[in-house]
């Protein structure tokens, strides 16, 4: 072995020694020359015959012995986990919820599901309120649609009584019932009748029913087929305008003026309409236009 002295040295020429030393270091050589003829390590690239250091054979077996007693028995080394701090462990055991907080978050959870119920059942009752209301304005558009036809289509045609014996005015109207004879019955499907068709109008406790025959001659055991046209009708008025010849020029609540025939018609009917919840209607209709 090359004694130590100061600093770094040069190996002698010949000999196998280290070619540095560290000055009263107890450790081996770093770099050893080998002798001639020697071969290089993979693992150095100083130049050709360097070899590793090497330990005696005595400290390898005693490190060995040392680590296999610190093997496990399926022969994984055994690391040793860290120990976790007390503070650690109360963290991880308390990372749930604690009651108070699951009683809020359900206390919360069912002040929403009640305002979201009680919005959507404002809703729904919203809803069905604009559909009821959509469904009596149709029924309303209908009904003052029918009797402006009826009106519009008045035909002198007076018809043969019950009895046979004498006829019946053409228009009829009473505070009791209106009816009168008019044109333009459709025939889609060609049926033997004629296009005049009897319409009467009824109002029976606050509803609009409107019948008519299947022929104008009728008999007794002939009856009328009806619609309810509207409920909930407050006040329905018609009102006649006779021509000259008839009389005074004003208006009557009343049909056929004394004195008329039973096919006279007026010039003009008047009708005022009033249902509950929507205002008064009236409409003005030229008879025979």
């Not at 409107?210 to 002939?222: F, G, N, Y």
């Not at 009806?226 to 009102?239: F, H, I, K, N, Y």
């Amino acid at each position: 072995m090359a004694e130590p002295s100061q600093g770094w040295r040069l190996p002698r020429e010949g000999k196998q020694e280290s070619a540095c030393t560290l000055d009263g270091d107890r450790s081996h050589s770093l770099f050893a020359f080998p002798p001639s003829g020697g071969r290089m390590h993979p693992s150095m690239g100083l130049g050709s015959g360097i070899l590793p250091p090497t330990l005696p054979e005595g400290g390898n077996a005693k490190r060995r012995h040392q680590r296999a007693k610190r093997k496990p028995a399926g022969g994984k080394s055994e690391i040793s986990a860290p120990r976790e701090s007390r503070e650690e462990a109360q963290v991880r055991v308390a990372g749930g919820f604690t009651l108070i907080e699951l009683l809020t978050a359900l206390a919360i959870f069912a002040v929403m599901a009640t305002l979201a119920f009680g919005s959507l059942g404002q809703a729904v009752a919203q809803s069905e309120a604009l559909d009821a209301s959509q469904q009596r304005w149709s029924a309303l558009k209908r009904a003052v649609r029918l009797i402006e036809n009826d009106f519009a289509q008045l035909r002198p045609r007076p018809v043969r009584s019950i009895l046979g014996q004498d006829y019946d005015p053409a228009l009829d109207a009473s505070a009791a019932e209106l009816i009168l004879t008019r044109g333009g019955w459709l025939n889609p499907a060609l049926l033997p009748r004629a296009e005049l068709q009897r319409v009467r109008y009824r109002l029976i406790d606050g509803r609009l029913l409107r019948e008519h025959w299947p022929v104008l001659d009728r008999i007794s055991a002939t009856q009328p087929a009806g619609e309810l046209l509207l409920a909930d009708v407050q006040r329905l008025r018609v009102e006649f305008l006779p021509a000259r010849g008839l009389g005074a020029n004003a208006w009557m609540d009343f049909w056929p003026p004394s004195g008329a025939a039973a096919d006279s018609l007026p010039v003009a009917v008047r009708f005022s309409l009033a249902v509950a919840g929507s205002e008064e209607i009236t409409r003005l209709i030229e008879v025979g236009s």
